[in-house]
């Protein structure tokens, strides 16, 4: 799996971006460079871009990966995910948004950068 991390200090964005085929072990790896980055920048707001990408998970590990990040849900940050308009995995995104949103999380899904570049500054 492709993955960038960029910050966007003007916006105060953290984006996460994600291309290929994203597997479970590709989220921790990348949850755990989120987690300095979001240690160094002390941003509360994340853009996760899978625009390009597939996401291949079981539900059962969307909830693991969910539940062990409840520590980064539990600080307010305000997650927008970005997906490509007809994403053939957006049910996979919507488990996940459901997954976050039980434990506390503030997520969206957005098929528009601007939108979602604006919930996250509102």
Known sequence: MAQEIVVDQ??????????????????????????EQLEKTRTSKVLMDFRGATLNMEDWEKREFAEAHEHIISKKLKFAVLIQENDPCYQEHQAFKVFFTKLGGIIEIFNNEYEAESWLAG
């Not at 003007?10 to 994203?22: A, F, S, T, Y």
């Open 10 to 35: 003007e916006k105060g964005i953290l984006r996460m971006i994600h291309r290929d085929l994203v597997l479970t072990h590709d989220l921790w790896g990348s949850s755990l460079k989120m987690g």
